[in-house]
């Protein structure tokens, strides 16, 4: 079955610096690819995602990249916030099939952002 | 409702107690999943539901979990005789449907507690 590692499980940055999370996945049949954030407290909620036809894709700060060949994805924030500090997890899924996508999750990176 | 409802958010139990959780999920989803937390790791999958049949079990840790989904929307998740290693928040999400690969929206959880 699928399997997803994530790095690192700890980052600590700067205010306005640069955040990369990087993730790799085994199955390479995978092609839904997900990164959701989740605050002290709450659910996770889907922040960007990202379909095996494209390589990159960007909203505001957040961009995520996948190279489908090398089967790794990663989530980049830039001008780093307070707000942006959180566990964030990356998720990869395919079609099974009896037709749903079943989300893998990495293990979490904790985003500390400091003032 | 406006999103995923879980309830009780919290619930502390004995050792060897049966406990219930339960998940609303979106109105009109078809597709219901449940996760489980443990402390500072990912979210391990536990059990996929389509409407009210459950094509995918294959998460369940053992025969003391069960789960079950009614009118295709309330589901609960019943974990007899339980332990300590039973600890976690329990997740639970919804999407529109199963096909697709599309954004699964996440309730609050369940911090369940054996003492």
Redesign the interface.
Known sequence: GENVE?HPSTLSVQEGDSAVIKCTYSDSAS??F?W?KQEL??????II?I?SNVGEKKDQRIAVTLNKTAKHFSLHITETQPEDSAVY?C?A????S???????????TRLAVHP | GAGVSQSPSNKVTEKGKDVELRCDPISGHTALYWYRQSLGQGLEFLIYFQGNSAPDKSGLPSDRFSAERTGGSVSTLTIQRTQQEDSAVYLCASSPRGASNTEAFFGQGTRLTVV
């Open positions: 994530q092609n839904y997900p959701y407290g709450k659910g996770p909620q889907l995602d379909r997890f998720a899924s395919g079609l099974f009896g037709g749903y996508n079943k989300l893998i999750f990495g293990a979490g």
